[in-house]
């Protein structure tokens, strides 16, 4: 029997502290979309003067890599401590915020100046036919956005993950997974505010009402490194600058003219954005609040149209607050019910 889509499906381990790239079983499902996989190696065709009518003679392959995109189209809350753990800030311990509630918050906001302990993780691709496994992934961009609805349709958060990993080896899937509990998250609950500076950030006026859309794209610097060694695949990892941009779209209103005046004079601002979801009992709800503090690096007044309407669209440049106070540039925290990645 050929393989089916609907039996195709994605799973993941996190592998052990001290042995990244060592492959794990799976233990959740994740709720996304399965893309082809793609290969990790490619032959280079040699061509030799043989005295033959044929122009490649021998191949090789020196080195094997995965690179592709974890693709979530409708986003939930119990995904992200795992997307930031790979990505972001690792070996993070959460806090129940109510006692016996399980309302979890985890704290992935990056240091500037250290390492960040990121985590690796086995996935799991295929189908009913065959399973493939790829260890030591990491991510190196995440891209999170939303456009929200002018009607009575969804305004899904979307996930877009792009990972590096070592190598694709057939395998066998991880058995007996259940389906992960999921709150989703959803654009229409998304909510913008802009401070001076950073120790204005908490304040709960909220910047505009008009926010129509939003693209957060987080740079976080994970990359592989290939050392000489005893096998093909890179050695271990690094973690470079970490960078961010928010671009808005926003209702062509005086707080968005108000950004314009801000990127004319290169004025510093911190903005958060915050997306709130579902109660978890009698705690807290469910939530992710980033913040990114930056430049107006790109204003459009009059950037969209729609029925009539102006829309502006805005990008903040993140930037690493040196004069102001803050020695700061970006905070993630998330309020969800995982107790562990």
Do not use: C
Not at 235 to 258: N, P, R, V, W, Y
Not at 317 to 329: I, L, V
């Amino acid at each position: 029997m050929s393989g089916e889509r609907a039996l195709s499906k994605m799973q993941i381990g996190v592998e052990g502290t001290g042995t990244p790239g060592t492959a794990v079983a799976a233990d959740t499902i994740l709720l996304g979309e399965h893309q082809p996989i793609k290969p990790d190696r490619k032959p280079v065709m040699i061509q030799d003067n043989i005295g033959v009518r044929s122009q490649f003679n021998r191949s090789r392959i020196d080195q094997y890599a995965v690179s592709d995109t974890l693709r979530f189209p409708h986003a939930y809350y119990q995904l992200l401590p795992l997307l930031f753990s790979l990505s972001l800030k690792g070996q993070v311990t959460p806090t129940e915020q109510s006692s016996g509630v399980g309302d979890y918050l985890w704290t992935h906001t990056p240091s500037l100046t250290a390492g960040n302990t990121l985590n690796s993780a086995t996935l799991e691709l295929g189908d009913d036919t065959q399973a493939y496994e790829a260890e030591y992934l990491q991510i190196e961009r995440l891209r999170i956005s939303s456009a929200i609805n002018q009607g009575m349709d969804a305004s899904p958060v979307s996930i877009e993950a792009d990972y590096y990993a070592r190598q694709w080896t057939p395998t066998s899937f991880t058995g007996g997974l259940s389906l992960p509990s999921h709150a989703e998250m959803n654009g229409k609950l998304a909510q913008y505010y802009r401070y001076s500076a950073w120790s204005a950030v908490g304040d709960s006026t909220e910047a505009s009402s008009g926010m129509r859309g939003f693209d957060l794209q987080l740079m976080p610097g994970a990359h592989p490194k290939f050392f000489g060694s005893t096998t093909k695949t890179f050695t271990t990892h690094g973690q470079g600058f970490i960078d961010a941009t928010l671009a808005l779209s926003l209702e062509g209103d005086a707080t968005a003219d108000a950004i314009y005046d801000l990127m004319q004079a290169k004025t510093y601002s911190v903005v958060r954005l915050e997306i709130l979801g579902p109660q978890i009992g009698a705690g807290e709800v469910h939530s992710l609040k980033v913040d990114i503090g930056g430049v107006w690096q790109d204003v459009i007044p009059l950037g969209e149209n729609d029925r009539g309407n102006n829309v502006h669209t805005a990008i903040l440049q993140s930037e690493y607050d040196m004069d102001g106070g803050g020695a700061k540039q970006i905070q993630v925290v998330v309020s969800t019910n995982v107790t562990a990645i």
